[in-house]
């Protein structure tokens, strides 16, 4: 029975629920009054997912930040739903799938992601892991090397480009001042959960260097989804100047098994719960994958100012059985480079600051397509093509305090994105070779004015996004080169929003209207292969809400809170036709109503003991909104538990972990428009975790 209550009920809930809250602000905003009457002034938390080095409490953009603290204690570090479940408006679909990634939906972009990441930019050390045609991969992404997160949310095109629906910016840990230090993770849980990472740094004079190396394997809950990955990962920094540093990173991933147990129907999933799709199993679905990355950046620092510039280039191998008995191989090569800088006006703080840069990334994929035996290739091939993607781009942004209160800032930036398609199998007949070029302009303007505890903003911004180079080479027609015609989406957002403090309590809350007009939507999807259109315009409305507070030196709480009114405003396939039923309906894929609750509480010195509890509302799973996935009732909760134990210049940190406590059976996620109803993804029951860190030197940063 779906959960269907108005947002005042739910907000009602909320409020009577904080006793129990969720993470989600910085941590500066956090900390505990000082215990005599000298004021404590901190210095304000610089942000950069904007391009720029920015004060958050002055920025017109509601903008999260995730420190260490939110990161860690006591986390298996398997996936975002874990680091990124408390920033408020956006929501993770976990479908304990290691072949597809998890759902990331960020105010409704991204819902559509049959696999990987879409419509949200993603940054790793401020390096692109989304390719210039709007795809994003996190092979590269260990989770549990994270030390902080921004999350900009709403359209940001005129920052990030094409695919920016909003930004998430990953940063891992770097080498600390002393001259070596290193830590060894290990950890065990249930469905055959085996986790190791390690990782270690030095310092010497101007060089600094970082490593890391891990890996897992899994059984999986379900039939049919056992996984194993390996990640390396590498950064050296040499400071040439006290102005200049240059880094070099490379990072490599292997995960030869990630089995895809597919979505259930309605009736599988009332039989068997942790069941997999028959034909999944039958044809071996799943994928054997290898990643690979390498980036030099150099950044300079002025008197007024900064330069930076980087190059980069990514490797990726995808061999890729499908349940429908095709075997789907990628051979990719991508790279770029980005060159930004930035200049204050003037000598005051009030100066106007003005941000500017340009960007080129080009992808090539070879791309095959065969029939497939139990998920071995055979020599019958369907489709053989060269595709070449080319993204360019230039942006322009000012930010300018007229009078101290006050920061306006505005900006605008051109893309033009190329796709070029060389079918290379003529023997059915016919050469689908072909070239399509997508481009426009993004802009955005916002006004923020401090009043004290309390800064109100408002901003206006617009993203627009291609179709990936997978979602065109799935042609409903089955033929080989482009899509003709799938053309790209544009996206107009509004936002008003606040942020303050008031003693230990510190909140943010925005609420946001977002157009979409010829919307990329996913209208099937077969045994792994999803196939798109422009329908319409879309309507994504929606309000958020986080609270921290500092209840005492040893506890904190948090909460926040999402409604999503996502709806159908025109849903039109032949243009010439009159209204179509699916008019009005809700967009599927995220639910109406987001909470997370949190408890962070220090019993004793060296000891913690965290509470998270989500829930969910009901969603639909398909366009026609005649597939209703059910919401998770009362609630899921997890609780971690950390200790420290020092000895010397080593630290031992046990944990534990036990994550639906109370074995809730519920659906983690949903494949939208699946055929034949094959629309479930369920999560496991009760399933626990634990392990012991140990580190050695000065404790990490």
Request: proline share 6%; no cysteine; net charge positive.
């Amino acid at each position: 029975m779906s959960i269907a209550l108005r947002p005042v009920r739910w907000f009602g809930t909320l409020l009577a629920l904080a006793g129990l809250p969720v993470a989600g602000l910085p941590m500066s905003a956090q900390v505990a009054p000082p215990r005599d009457s000298v004021p404590v002034v901190l210095p304000p938390l610089i942000v950069t997912v904007r391009r720029a080095d920015e004060a958050l409490e002055r920025i017109p953009a509601a903008v999260t930040v995730l420190d260490s603290a939110d990161l860690a204690r006591g986390r298996a570090g398997l996936g975002p739903d874990e680091m990124l479940g408390g920033v408020p408006g956006l929501y993770v679909a976990n479908r304990y799938n290691y072949s597809l990634d998890q759902r990331i939906s960020l105010r409704g972009f991204g819902g559509r992601a049959n696999f990987g990441v879409r419509g949200i930019k993603v940054l790793l050390d401020g390096i692109p892991q989304t390719l210039p045609d709007g795809q994003t991969q996190l092979s590269n992404v260990d989770w549990g090397t994270l030390r902080r997160v921004e999350v900009l949310r709403g359209p940001a095109g005129a920052f990030h480009g094409n695919g920016s629906g909003g930004v998430i910016a990953l940063e891992t840990a770097r080498a600390g001042a002393a001259p070596l230090a290193g830590s060894a993770r290990f950890e065990a849980g249930s469905f055959g959960l085996a986790r190791w990472l390690g990782r270690a740094s030095g310092r010497a004079g101007p060089l600094a260097a970082t490593l890391t190396a891990g890996g897992f394997s899994s059984g999986g809950f379900r039939q049919h989804s056992e996984a194993r990955a390996v990640q390396l990962a590498a950064r050296g920094e040499y400071t040439v100047t006290s102005r200049t540093l240059v880094s070099l990173q490379a990072s490599h991933a292997d995960a030869p098994r990630a089995d895809n147990p597919g979505a259930l129907t309605q009736a599988e999933l009332d039989a068997r719960h942790d069941s997999a799709a028959p034909n999944n199993i039958l044809r071996n679905a799943g994928k054997d994958v290898t990643q690979s990355q390498l980036a030099l950046a150099v950044h300079h620092a002025a008197a007024r100012g900064e330069l930076s510039a980087a190059v980069f280039g990514v490797t990726r191998r995808l061999d890729n059985p499908l349940a429908t008995g095709t075997f789907i191989g990628i051979r990719r090569r991508s790279g770029g480079v980005r060159l930004g800088g930035a200049y204050s006006l003037g000598a005051g703080p009030l100066a106007p600051r003005m941000t500017a840069g340009v960007e080129l990334q080009r992808l090539r994929d070879d791309r095959t397509n065969r029939l497939a035996d139990g998920g071995v290739p055979t020599d019958s091939v369907q489709l053989d093509q060269r595709e070449l993607v080319t993204e360019r781009g230039a942006f322009l942004q000012a930010s300018w305090q007229p009078v101290p209160r006050w920061t306006v800032s505005a900006g605008v930036r051109r893309d033009g994105v190329t796709f070029d398609v060389s079918d290379r199998h003529l023997g059915d007949g016919s050469d689908n070779s072909g070239r399509r070029t997508m481009s426009a302009w993004s802009g955005n303007a916002g006004v923020s004015v401090a009043l004290g505890a309390v800064t109100p903003y408002a901003n206006v911004s617009t993203a627009f996004e291609t179709p990936t180079t997978t979602e065109l080479a799935n042609a409903p027609s089955g033929g080989g080169g482009f899509n003709a015609e799938l053309g790209p989406q544009r996206s107009v957002g509004y936002e008003l929003g606040a942020r303050g403090s008031a003693g230990p309590v510190a909140w943010s809350a925005a609420g946001y209207i977002a157009v979409v007009t010829d919307a990329i939507v996913q209208f099937e999807e077969i045994g792994g292969r999803a196939f798109f259109r422009n329908a319409g315009r879309l309507r994504q409305d929606g309000a958020e809400v986080a609270v921290s507070a500092v209840a005492s030196s040893r506890l904190r709480l948090a909460a926040a809170y999402t409604w999503a009114r996502h709806r159908f405003a025109r849903y039109r396939i032949d243009p010439a036709a009159g209204a179509d039923p699916f008019d009005g309906n809700v967009v599927p894929g995220v639910p109406g109503h987001h909470v997370r609750l949190s408890a962070m509480l220090e019993p004793f010195p060296r000891a913690t003991l965290d509470v998270e509890h989500r829930i969910a509302s009901s969603l639909y799973a398909d366009d026609a909104n005649t597939l209703e996935v059910p919401g998770w009732g009362l609630g899921v909760t997890s609780v971690r538990a950390t200790w420290s134990i020092e000895t010397g210049s080593a630290v031992l940190m046990p944990f534990a972990g036990v994550q639906n406590l109370w074995g809730r059976r519920y659906v983690g996620s949903a494949t939208v428009n699946g055929a034949f109803g094959r629309v479930f993804e369920p999560a496991p029951g009760r399933h626990a975790y634990a392990g012991a860190e140990i580190r050695l030197g000065p404790r990490r940063n």
